[in-house]
């Protein structure tokens, strides 16, 4: 006989359909085993050599700053993009839903060149900036972060919105009634009551943020302290050194462990 | 004003006065609350012109409608629907935060109508953490608490216990005789509607097919529903001690059914079942025994309603009153329109209700 | 995979699976059909990437037959793995040239001229091939370059000339004449100093199952037609 | 004064509060902007040409097909996966998850590569597929496959599992207590309840399988009509003909779109 | 049982027997749904020993739990949770397929149910088209078409209008008598309890204050929140033409408040209050007069409660009715225990209510 097992709060957890156990078994394996495989090939005696290079922990601070900047910019440009493309009734809403999708689809590099065509020094953008202000976008830590937050906003835009549309609009609706103008319901209630989906959606787009590579490539450029962060060095060290890439992966690895795993310890002690 | 939800239509018009409180009666379905989503700005109407003190909120033909958080209209919905993520203290501090008030300000507030509500010790409580009928005593405090031009209350009182429902309704009716609170009220318990409202409405089926004074609708219903419902004896003047004392100085003997103080406006009500009529001043332990002359019967499914006028020289205010018997009892007794008759009611039978003006 | 279906017909069906270096796309595309009309039957197939990454597949097992890769160090990757079969053959090479903006704006006129701000360059990462060959020029010449980027490969070099992000960029003489024009080559005396070229190495893949077809393929592209095709390119012979 | 805009059904959709609209627009163009470059830099007289050879012809049906069965193994694993790291109390809930996020962050090529170590011929698993099966897994479609579901499945997990804690258990405690077992209740329950954040994370999966290419090019390779897809042609062609592939990825983003709007349009007729 | 929701304990221990019908009574908060919710499956208890017709469902002691769809246990919340996707015929329609019947056979169930909860003609509508009464009476046909072992209804009539709680009470009895379903029932309205219940269980804090035969605890009431709601008068016999005639043969005139056969067993209640009391028999239109001892004065507020016993030679069911009376009225009655005095009933007043066994 199937027992209940007991929660916190005397609520009972419902049991799992079994025939959910076998896929969720086979598809974790799918994404674990090559990664323990990972560790597995890793050069343990030569590890903390191998990730204490100048140039990886260049890496490693620059990816964490960049992420984490990249992230904060998807939530202050994608939170309203989702409110948008799950609220309101513009016409042509799939359309611009799938626009939104599109550095989902774009080859990374492909991505980074249509930023490199646009910001460059001689695109439309690029060239006003350099005229006029002196500066040049790409080969700048700025520049990888534009090009972090493509590549890592959609990510955030729709599992946000997927939450919104479950989530439904009655607390809104309340909220209204109760005098609260949007921006107050927005605030106060919409963002905590979809905050779960807000949350994945960060972590998302942040674990996006930390291991883009193509798109920062090429656009951003790859030099060590301003634009090389620790996927670019990955990859340029896999080509000739296997076993440092691995290791570095691992490092990768390991801080995106961490960030969500603390991300996430927060949340579970949160609101349902 | 007309609204269309899917095959539904809801159609009606009437005016309701400030600080007036208005009860809006009907069965299942028939459009209570789409008549108050609709004024909360929550559906919009195909073809309605909504005014609140002066202030446009809807006009189709102008194709005005003013969004549901500046309508300053509150709306208590069918459904508790706390904010999950607040406690109850937070969720009735909502509105008035909403209202560009402190932040101590509203938690005071919060902490007061929570009170009022009865329910100031779970003020720290997670919705989850609540009881059905706490929950629902908590969203009419947030209700309450917001102060809005017009209080919108659909069926505030349903899961409310024994108890809870009338310390509820006593708190809305202190709110609405000291602030004027101009409210709009749904209800399927007549008592709420006549402790509480000056007018009554009834829907059926999306149209309004009755309204007016409180008093007039539920002595005279002339819809179904609203004679299912109403019917009842009513008696104005003020509270006594003993009961309630008519304009011509009459006692009518009774029980205060909620807090009321001597010489403060009320009515007193009884069923027209609770009325014993007898051909000689019957003596024994009914208080109120009082003359009247037979209007007309009217029979009433299984029971026949005698209509009293006033008998000559008894009291002015008997005219009108009803009194239900079995047809046996009506054959025994023998009576006939112009004979004059003694009707006696207990004093346990009469509550005496706080009356608004 | 239907790549076989339409050559069902011809009994004696044999495919064969070139993994080749990304540069030699245009090359290897150009001779494909003169080998398969040499070789009836016979299906030629290209699997194009970077050299490292082609290494590490015939490493791990992928059933590819022959491996032409652009530098000596990954082909030794392969080697050291047993994975090749008998000795691979260098059969070209190419220098390093400076790109710079058609007309040679900033008059560039060898390394020197790249250092400092005024002209803004980028170069091959060290870790790849063409970066190592940078390092070897730049040690030639006594300089150290202060690239605005150290690129994944050449091409991305080239990209970064051609779309004028930068004003010059270190790459291959086959990359200058592969541009169209879009960028033109400044020759420099240290692209000829130890390192600093590149090599192109082919060799069989041991377990081959078509030993015989790899062998083909590398005469013939070591041969006469396959001589044509690079230099033509812009590859010098060796 | 603003006014309401009426919606379907007679209700009144809440007005967006109006700070949003700008991050929004800004978002929007962030990503709209760069993409309308790509349009702008198109060699349109030569387009139909670029985009008939065969080999984009190949190109396409293979990463039209292959995206398709990625997608479908997505929702077959990652669906009980999301429903155990959202349902379950297993000890170590936090860790699970971060790992199904690791796809994410591990640079493509590396997570090609270890796919390489694990299923290569000479890998634990592809010595045991060769031995017993004769089968080689590199170089064929099916490993195309697998590198795509690699990378995809966390985004489906993820969104998936926001939208089932946005949307909590109620009513799947009510089907428990009409007698439905876990498996129907999550059949006919609990998916369609979260229907919306389901479609939102397929057309994650979907569009991430089908911009896939560190991934495939490391560990399925690049073969014509086998493992090239789209991408992999991209950058082939990006060797040579920046226009061609420009022309090319302009095609994946036409089809992407096609594939998002086709399946948002059945959504949006569908339940809330 | 045992059952803790944060710093709320539940400590209750009652048993039900097969077919029998309980209802649960107690203030808000009380405990009234944490125990359903124990019953369902839905919390884990702390220490508690559920079981079944023989099943063991919750043994803590033994580690058993079953879980909740395998209890046979069926639940009716108090929020109405209609699964927003499917129409109100297939929301009906979930509990039979889930047992396992054909989906021809449980469409077919659905609609029945439906039609007798009222609302046949919504079967095709989805949840957010229905009212909130309406909504109520399809999760009342939710829970009634699964027909489990045991069926728990909280609060099933919240939210209906006048007509439609009576209504659907009768359907509710009708299949209680019909197919002997075993039910546990909460509810704030002691109507409910009276024509549903056999017996009655009253919480108050978290534990029983009070549990027995309705019609005994409602008569003499210990606990202070049932004393509230109940203290009826109740006379037991078979329903009449005229009413209701007890075993003695004598006739309680009364006013069937629901579709009773003569015959049938029946309850005649009526409240205290509605009792007048004379000296001397009165004439006029009360038709039930009967002879009574006076047996004690019990000050209840306002009010005092008589308490009868039987009169020599009058019917023996006297015994034990109440009478309130204000003091002023028992002043001038002069009454003291032992005095014989008549209860005057009238028929309007006696409602006569279908009786379980
Ligand atoms: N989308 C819709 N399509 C068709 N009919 C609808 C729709 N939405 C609501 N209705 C109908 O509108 C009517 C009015 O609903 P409303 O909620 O206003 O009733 P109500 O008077 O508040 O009833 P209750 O007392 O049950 O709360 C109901 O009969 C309902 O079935
Ligand atoms: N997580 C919790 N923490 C503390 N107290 C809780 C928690 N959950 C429930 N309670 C308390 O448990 C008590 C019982 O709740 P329950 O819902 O069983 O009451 P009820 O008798 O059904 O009341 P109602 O008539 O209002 O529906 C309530 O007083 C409630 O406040
Ligand atoms: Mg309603
Ligand atoms: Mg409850």
């Keep these: 006989m199937t027992r209940a097992r007991p929660a916190r709060g005397g609520a009972v957890t419902l049991a799992l359909p079994w025939p959910v156990w076998v896929p969720a078994i086979v598809g974790f394996g799918l994404i674990a085993v090559p990664v323990a495989g990972l560790v597995v090939r890793t050069d343990w005696p030569d590890f903390g050599a191998l990730i204490t290079t100048d140039a990886a922990l260049d890496a490693l601070l620059l990816s964490l700053q960049t992420g984490l900047i990249s992230t904060a910019l998807c939530l202050l440009l994608g939170t309203p993009l989702a409110l948008v493309l799950a609220r309101s009734n513009l016409p042509g809403l799939p359309v611009l839903r799938s626009i939104v999708l599109l550095p989902l689809v774009l080859p990374p590099v492909v991505g980074g060149l249509t930023l490199l065509f646009l910001l460059g020094r001689t695109g439309p953008i690029g060239q006003l900036a350099n005229d006029w202000f002196g500066i040049t976008i790409p080969f700048s830590t700025p520049a990888v972060i534009i090009a972090q937050t493509f590549v890592a906003m959609p990510f955030l835009v729709v599992s946000l919105e997927g939450a919104l549309r479950t989530a439904g609009e009655r607390y809104e609706i309340v909220a209204a009634t109760l005098g609260a103008s949007p921006l107050t319901a927005l605030r106060r209630v919409t963002i905590p009551v979809v905050l779960p989906g807000l949350i994945s959606g960060s972590v998302l787009a942040f674990a996006r943020a930390l291991g883009e590579f193509g798109a920062t490539i090429a656009f951003a450029g790859n030099l060590q302290g301003t634009t090389q962060t620790l996927p670019l060095l990955i990859y340029i060290q896999s080509q000739n050194d296997l076993d440092g890439a691995v290791a570095m992966s691992l490092v990768l690895v390991v801080v995106a462990v961490l960030v969500i795993v603390a991300t996430r310890t927060r949340d579970a002690s949160g609101v349902r | 004003m007309t609204t269309r939800r899917g095959g539904f239509t809801l159609d009606v018009s009437f005016e309701v006065a400030p600080g007036e409180v208005v009860a809006v009666l009907g069965p299942n379905g028939s459009g209570k609350s789409t008549l108050l989503g609709t004024l909360a700005g929550l559906y919009t109407p195909e073809d309605a012109r909504i005014t609140l003190g002066g202030r446009v909120l809807t006009d189709t033909a102008a194709g005005v409608g003013v969004p549901a958080h500046q309508r300053r209209v509150g709306l208590l919905s069918q459904q508790a629907l706390l904010f999950p993520h607040l406690t109850a203290r937070d969720n009735v501090a909502f509105g008035p935060r909403c209202a560009g008030r402190s932040r101590r300000e509203s938690l005071a507030a919060a902490r007061e109508r929570l009170v009022d509500v009865g329910v100031g010790d779970l003020a720290d409580r997670r919705p989850a953490a609540l009881s059905g009928g706490q929950a629902q005593r908590v969203a009419i405090a947030r209700a309450l608490a917001v102060e809005p031009e017009l209080l919108l209350l659909d069926e505030p009182f349903a899961a409310l216990d024994v108890d809870a429902a009338p310390a509820v309704r006593s708190v809305l009716r202190r709110l609405v005789r000291d602030t004027g609170q101009t409210t709009l009220l749904v209800t399927h318990d007549v008592v709420d509607a006549v402790v509480l409202a000056d007018r009554l409405v009834v829907l059926t089926e999306g149209g309004v097919v009755e309204q007016g004074p409180t008093a007039e609708v539920l002595a005279r219903p002339r819809s179904a529903f609203a004679a299912r419902i109403a019917g009842l004896d009513l008696v104005a003047g003020t509270a006594s001690d003993a009961g309630l004392t008519t304009p011509d100085g009459t006692t009518v003997f009774g029980l205060a059914s909620e807090q009321v103080a001597p010489g403060e406006p009320a009515v007193a009500v009884f069923p027209p079942s609770a009325v014993a009529v007898h051909r000689k001043p019957p003596e024994g332990s009914p208080r109120n025994v009082l003359p009247a002359r037979l209007a007309a019967l009217e029979p009433q499914g299984e029971v026949v309603r005698l209509r009293a006028a006033a008998a000559p020289g008894g009291p002015p205010w008997v005219d009108g009153l009803a009194a239900d018997v079995t047809p046996a009892a009506l054959a025994e007794l023998g009576a006939e329109p112009g004979d004059d008759l003694w009707f006696a009611v207990k004093a346990t039978e009469v509550a005496v209700h706080p009356r608004r003006r | ?238």
Tied chains: 1, 4.
Excluded at chain 3, 67 to 94: C, D, F, H, K, W
Excluded at chain 3, 183 to 191: I, K, M, R, Y
């Design chain 3, 1 to 238: 995979g239907g790549s076989s279906g339409g050559e069902q017909q011809a009994p004696p069906t044999r495919t064969l699976t070139v993994s080749a270096a990304a540069s030699l796309t245009d090359v290897y595309n150009q001779l494909k059909p003169q080998f398969e009309q040499a070789n009836p039957g016979t299906t030629v197939r290209f699997n194009f990437g970077g050299s490292d990454t082609l290494a590490q597949q015939v490493v791990q097992g992928v059933p590819a037959d022959v491996l032409a890769t652009a530098s000596t160090r990954t082909m030794q990757t392969a080697q050291q793995a047993g994975r090749i079969q008998g000795e691979p053959v260098t059969y070209a090479t190419n220098k390093l040239q400076i790109a710079v903006q058609p007309g040679n704006p900033k008059g560039v006129v060898d390394l020197t001229s790249l250092v400092g701000p005024q002209v803004t360059e980028s170069i091959c990462a060290p870790a790849v091939p063409c970066g190592a060959a940078t390092e070897a020029a730049e040690r030639a010449a006594g300089v150290t370059l202060d690239p605005v980027s150290e690129e994944q490969d050449v091409r991305s070099v080239l990209q970064r000339v051609t779309t004028r992000n930068v004003d010059a960029g270190l790459v291959y003489l086959t990359d200058v004449k592969a541009s169209n024009g879009q960028v033109q080559g400044v020759d420099f005396p240290q692209a000829s100093a130890q390192g600093a070229g590149q090599n192109y190495l082919i060799g069989a893949v041991t377990g081959s199952q078509n030993a015989d077809l790899a062998n083909g393929w590398i005469q013939f592209v070591t041969g006469p037609q396959g001589d044509a095709a690079l230099q033509q390119a812009g590859f010098a012979l060796k």
